[in-house]
Nanobody
């Protein structure tokens, strides 16, 4: 079993920066990808950024140039710069794991005030 633990997030003004961290534990060799998703009030969950085992990255168009995903399969980070009010959401770390499916962290609140 793979488990995820998140930290980071918080409250910031428009234009500010925050970071998120996710630590994976368990059968790390079974992880295919890790990434960050978010859910804003009244919206569905959407991909923010993800990373494959070999380091390829993929971003939601709305965060390109502002957010950076980094790390490796055991730890991933999301650096969020130039934050906007529309980035306000609960952010979830996620891993896609062989024979386990999608695994989720507990969620971290990110609030951007205007």
């Amino acid at each position: 079993q793979v488990r995820l633990a998140e930290s980071g997030g918080g409250l910031v003004q428009t234009g500010g920066s925050l970071s998120l961290r996710c630590a994976a534990s368990g059968s790390l060799f079974r992880i295919y990808t890790m990434g960050w998703y978010r859910r804003a009030p009244g919206n569905g969950r959407e991909l923010v950024a993800r990373m494959t085992r070999d380091g390829r990255t993929d971003y939601n168009d709305s965060v390109k140039g502002r957010f950076t995903i980094s790390g490796n399969i055991s730890h991933i980070y999301l650096q969020m710069n130039n934050l906007k009010p529309e980035d306000t959401a609960v952010y979830y770390c996620s891993a896609f794991v062989n024979a386990q499916g999608s695994v989720w962290g507990q969620g971290s609140q990110v609030t951007v005030s205007s």
